[in-house]
C-alpha cells in the first residue's frame, strides 16, 4: 500500500494543468485552461481544466475530478497506478509495503495484462542487448538501418529469439500466469493431448525483431514484430490481437513520445510504419506518428484531435500506396481538422529519405512541399485525367465530395474557390455540385430504416419521480453552498413570533439578527429537523463535510475534490466547476454578466433549508394522506395533516420574506 504522506506530496507537487496538457491541447481563457474533450468527438471546447482549483471538467461527458481521477478516466489507470504514474513524473520517493502473494494474485486482469506487457518489453530489450543471437541479428539489423543506441534505448526496441518458446517459458519461469501470456497475445496456446498439461505454447513473434506500442501515457499495449528471414509464407510486419488493453484503431505508434511536440508545433506528421516514427525522432522531428500499417479511423483521428486541429500525412513515392491511403484524407476533413500532403521522390519513404539528407535539409523539405489536399488530388490525378473530360470531371467531383465532408461553411467555401481557380471550373457549378451532394447525404439518412435511426429517449414524468428530483435539487444547493462558501461568516435574519394576537394574520414579527459560519447555520437547521440526505453521494459529502468541522471547525474543499471516493470526488468537482460554464459560451462577450452570489450569501442558505423543508413536509403529507384508512384513526391523521399544512404556510412566508 502506498503510505498516506506519499498521496499527500503527489497532490501536492503535481499540476493538474501540465498533467492534462500532455494529452490534451490547452488553451488559456482567462484564469482557466479549455480544450476538446478527450472523452468525445467533439468540435467545440467543452473541457475546462482550474490551475486555482487543480481540477477539471469535461461538460460534455460529465466527468470530472483532480489531477488523478483524470489517469483513471484517460488511461484507466487505477488510483494506486495513477499516483505511481505521477510521483515517477515528478521524482517522488513512493513509500509502500512490499505487495504479498495474495495481493498481486487479488489484481484485476487488466492489470495483469499490463504487467506481462511490461515484462515482454524488459524481457525482448534485454535479448536484444545482452544475447548472441539478439545483437548478431535484431542489433545488427537496428544498426543498419542507422538507428543509435540512444534511439534504440528511448523506443524500447527488442527481439524475441528465434526458438519456439524461449519468451513463455522464460515468463512462466518468472511466475506469470498463462493464462495472461495468451489473452495479450504473447503467447499461443494449442490443445496437444501428449502433453502432461493437454495444451502446449508458443512464442507469436518467434524470430522478429519487436516494437513495443504505448499508450498516450506511457502504458505497454501491444507490440509490432518484424521477420527478418526470407520465410514467404510468415507475414513481414505481425502486431499483438486484440485485447483488453490493445485496440489498434484506437492507438497510434509513437503517440506517447510525439505528444508534447504535436501540441507544442501546432502540428502531427502521420506516416504508415514504426521506422518512419523513429527515423524522424532521430532526425529532431518528433511531431510524428504511425497508423501501424492499418487503414486510420475515426478514434485514432480524435487521438490527435486532442493536441492539433492540423495534420499533415507524408506518403513515400509508391503510387499504389498513395491511392489506398487517400481515403484517409475525407475522414480527417470529417473530424473537423486540416489536412496537408506532403510526397517524397519516387522510390523513398520517410524512412530512407530522412538518412539522405540533414535534419535542416528535411524539416526545409516538409515546409517546402506541403500541399493543401486539392492541390495534392490534383497533381495526383491531373496527369491522367488531362486529356479525358469525362476523367477530369470526375477528379473534380472527386475533390467536390472532399470538401462537403467539412463540417466549417467558412472553409468549404475557401476550397471551393481554390478548386475553381485551379480546375479553371466556375464556382456555380462547384457550390451546385457541393448542394446535390448534401441533399443526396439527407436523402440517404432519411431513408435509412427507423430502427438504425438515433432513437430519442420518451421521457414519461410523473409526480413522484419531479419531487424525488426537486429534493435532490436544494439537497445539491445546500452542498454547494457548503463547497463554496461553508468556511464564510455571514450575517442571518431569523423571524421570531411576538406575544400572541386575536387574529393570527396581525401577530407581530420580531426580526433578530446574528452572525455565524455558513456551515454551522445549515448544520444547526438540518440537525434541528433530523433531515437525511435522500442522495448517498450527498448524504457522504456532507457527512465528511459535518466530519472536517468536528476535528478542525472548517472545511477542506481539497480533501473532498482528492477523495478516494470516485463518485464524491466527481460530483465535488462538478459543483466547483458550475460557475465555468459560462467561460465557454463566452457570455461577457455577449454582455450577459453573472451576479455574485456572494452579496446574496444569507438569502440562498435560507433559501436551499426552508425549500427542503417544504419538500419534505409536502411528502409527510403524502404519505399521510395515503394512510388514511379506517374511520377511527381518520380524525387523528387528519389532524396531523391541518398541523403540518400550517407548517408549510408558515414557511411559505418565511420564503416570501427572504426572496
Not at 484485476?108 to 525482448?124: C, G, H, P, Q
Not at 484517409?328 to 539528407?357: H, R, T, W
Not at 454551522?520 to 433531515?531: A, R, S
Amino acid at each position: 500500500m502506498i503510505s498516506r504522506s506519499t498521496i499527500d506530496k503527489v497532490f501536492e507537487t503535481a499540476r493538474v494543468e501540465e498533467v492534462i496538457g500532455e494529452f490534451v491541447q490547452l488553451k488559456k481563457s482567462g484564469s482557466n485552461y479549455k480544450g476538446l474533450s478527450p472523452f468525445s468527438g467533439e468540435r467545440s471546447p467543452s473541457f475546462m481544466v482550474s490551475p486555482v482549483k487543480q481540477i477539471w471538467k469535461d461538460f460534455s461527458s460529465g466527468k470530472g475530478g483532480n489531477v488523478v481521477t483524470f489517469l483513471m478516466e484517460q488511461e484507466h489507470y487505477s488510483y494506486p497506478e495513477a499516483i505511481r504514474f505521477l510521483a515517477k513524473k515528478y521524482h517522488i520517493e513512493i513509500e509502500e509495503t512490499e505487495q504479498s502473494n495474495e495481493q498481486k494474485h487479488q489484481a484485476d486482469e487488466r492489470e495483469s495484462m499490463f504487467i506481462v506487457s511490461e515484462f515482454a518489453r524488459d524481457y525482448f530489450h534485454e535479448t536484444l542487448l545482452k544475447t548472441e543471437q539478439g545483437k548478431a541479428i535484431g542489433l545488427s539489423y537496428f544498426k543498419e538501418r542507422g538507428f543509435t543506441d540512444e534511439t534504440i534505448q528511448k523506443f524500447q526496441l527488442g527481439y524475441s529469439l528465434n526458438e519456439w518458446e524461449a519468451f513463455s517459458s522464460e515468463a512462466l519461469n518468472k511466475g506469470y500466469n498463462l493464462k495472461y501470456l495468451e489473452s495479450t497475445g504473447l503467447t499461443i496456446v494449442k490443445d496437444d493431448l501428449l502433453s502432461s498439461t493437454g495444451t502446449k505454447q508458443f512464442d507469436r513473434f518467434k524470430g522478429r525483431v519487436m516494437f513495443p506500442i504505448h499508450s498516450m501515457s506511457g502504458r505497454v499495449l501491444g507490440f509490432g514484430g518484424r521477420i527478418l528471414t526470407n520465410d514467404k509464407k510468415a507475414a513481414k510486419y505481425l502486431n499483438s490481437p486484440e485485447s483488453e488493453i490493445y485496440h489498434k484503431g484506437n492507438v497510434l505508434y509513437g503517440i506517447y513520445y510525439a505528444k508534447q511536440s504535436i501540441a507544442k508545433e501546432d502540428n502531427c506528421f502521420l506516416v504508415e510504419g514504426y521506422t518512419d516514427v523513429i527515423s524522424f525522432n532521430q532526425a529532431g522531428i518528433e511531431n510524428v506518428v504511425s497508423s501501424s500499417g492499418t487503414a486510420l479511423s475515426e478514434n485514432q483521428i480524435r487521438l490527435i484531435n486532442r493536441l492539433t486541429k492540423n495534420i499533415t500525412i507524408l506518403f513515400d513515392g509508391d503510387a499504389a500506396g498513395i491511392r489506398a491511403s487517400i481515403r484517409g484524407i475525407d475522414l480527417i476533413l470529417e473530424q473537423g481538422l486540416n489536412v496537408k500532403v506532403v510526397m517524397f521522390p519516387e522510390g523513398d519513404d520517410p524512412d530512407s529519405f530522412s538518412k539522405k539528407v540533414t535534419s535542416q535539409e528535411l524539416k526545409e523539405y516538409l515546409k517546402q512541399n506541403s500541399k493543401d489536399f486539392i492541390n495534392f488530388k490534383v497533381a495526383l490525378l491531373m496527369e491522367e485525367a488531362q486529356h479525358d473530360p469525362v476523367k477530369k470531371a470526375g477528379l473534380i467531383r472527386d475533390i467536390v465530395v472532399s470538401i462537403s465532408k467539412i463540417p466549417d461553411r467558412i472553409q468549404r467555401e475557401v476550397y471551393i474557390q481554390e478548386c475553381s481557380r485551379i480546375m479553371d471550373i466556375s464556382e456555380n457549378v462547384l457550390f451546385s455540385e457541393l448542394a446535390q451532394i448534401d441533399k443526396k447525404e439527407e436523402r440517404d439518412a432519411s431513408s435509412r430504416p427507423i430502427q438504425e435511426r438515433p432513437s430519442e429517449p420518451i421521457l414519461q414524468k410523473t409526480p413522484q419521480f419531479e419531487k424525488v428530483n426537486e429534493l435532490q435539487k436544494y439537497e445539491r444547493e445546500i452542498i454547494k453552498i457548503l463547497l463554496l462558501y461553508g468556511n464564510n461568516e455571514v450575517e442571518f435574519t431569523d423571524f421570531i413570533a411576538g406575544e400572541e394576537a386575536e387574529d393570527p394574520e396581525f401577530q407581530p414579527i420580531k426580526k433578530v439578527k446574528f452572525n455565524n459560519m455558513v456551515s454551522k447555520e445549515i448544520y444547526l437547521n438540518l440537525q434541528d429537523d433530523e433531515v437525511e440526505f435522500t442522495d448517498d453521494t450527498f448524504k457522504n459529502i456532507y457527512f465528511e463535510i459535518i466530519f472536517q468541522l468536528n476535528q478542525d471547525e472548517t472545511i477542506s474543499v481539497d480533501k473532498l475534490v482528492n477523495h478516494e471516493n470516485y463518485e464524491v470526488a466527481n460530483l465535488v468537482t462538478t459543483i466547483l466547476m458550475d460557475d465555468e460554464r459560462h467561460v465557454l459560451s463566452n457570455w461577457e462577450r455577449k454582455n450577459i454578466f453573472i451576479r455574485s452570489k456572494k452579496s446574496d450569501l444569507s438569502k440562498m442558505v435560507l433559501d436551499a433549508i426552508y425549500n427542503m423543508r417544504r419538500i419534505l413536509i409536502e411528502q409527510k403529507i403524502n404519505s399521510l394522506i395515503a394512510e388514511i384508512g379506517v374511520e377511527e384513526e381518520r380524525a387523528k391523521i387528519m389532524e396531523s395533516i391541518v398541523d403540518y399544512n400550517n407548517l408549510k404556510t408558515r414557511l411559505f412566508e418565511r420564503l416570501n420574506r427572504v426572496v
